[in-house]
């Protein structure tokens, strides 16, 4: 994700400042954009997850696609059982 950056503008509380404020003083990040970056890849990736989570939950009460995961396992099970014995 790292190349070009663009200039954005937001307004964050006074205490979310003067925290930022804080941990650049300490040296605890490089910067403040690093900070606030790091920040929101952490939630973005976050709310990806849960997301996948979602259609997940979606996903498991969907009687076609339950079916077609039950088709697949059935379509495989020979050559799983095959497998398994030249492993164990």
Known sequence: MRGKTKKATFNL?????????????????????????????????????????????EGAKDALLLKDVEDVKNAFQIADAETAQRIG
Not at 21 to 44: C, H, T, Y
């Open 13 to 57: 509380h006074t205490d979310v400042l003067a925290a930022l404020d804080e941990i650049m003083a300490r040296g605890l990040v490089p910067s403040k954009n690093a900070l606030v970056e790091q920040a929101l890849l952490k939630e973005l990736k976050e709310l990806q997850r849960q997301t996948r989570q979602r259609l997940w939950q």
